[in-house]
């Protein structure tokens, strides 16, 4: 098994982008398009503390909201 990377939890009005295809099952194609969007962590725990959960992200200009695996989503200024 592979070391997980260490990073702060996501919150609740975090800014974030997704700059990646994840590697998790649960990433569908129809995701991709999606790759380089920017967007808000608006998912209803204001922690988000287990790597495995999917995080809800509103993407800015869509007004879409997705829900996300943590390892393609990092967060922005």
Not at 25 to 30: A, F, L, N, Q, V
Not at 37 to 45: A, E, F, R, Y
Not at 66 to 76: A, G, S, T
């Amino acid at each position: 098994m592979e070391p997980r990377e260490e990073r702060e939890p996501f919150r609740q009005g975090d800014r974030v982008e997704i700059y990646r295809v994840s590697t998790d099952e649960r990433w569908e194609p129809y995701m991709e398009q999606y790759v380089g969007m920017k967007g808000v962590v608006t998912d209803p725990d204001m922690v988000i503390n287990d790597p495995e959960a999917l995080v809800e992200v509103t993407l800015e200009g869509t007004g879409g909201t997705h829900r996300f695996p943590q390892d393609c989503l990092r967060k922005v200024g």
